[in-house]
């Protein structure tokens, strides 16, 4: 019971820690970390992090510019 509860502990902790996760260096961090820990009942938790971060580089690639030019727009005043 007690094992269970570490591993469903550690799953939701891999889950927030990585988010909001969206660079190639955090991509990179995160599969060196699967490779090189015995994850157990965080095991699936880290392959979902690391598509989630995946998808997250390609939102950040697609949108960088739009968000970049309302930020600008926004902050324009402010100077």
Do not use: C, P
Request: no cysteine; net charge negative.
């Amino acid at each position: 019971m007690l094992l269970l509860i570490f591993y469903r502990d550690a799953a939701a902790l891999i889950e927030g820690v990585t988010r909001r996760f969206s660079t190639e260096f955090e991509l990179q961090e995160l599969k060196s970390f699967m490779e090189n820990t015995e994850l157990h009942g965080a095991y699936r938790a880290t392959l979902q992090a690391i598509e989630q971060t995946q998808v997250n580089i390609q939102w950040v690639k697609e949108n960088r510019g739009f968000i970049l030019e309302w930020f600008e727009g926004e902050t324009a005043d402010l100077e």
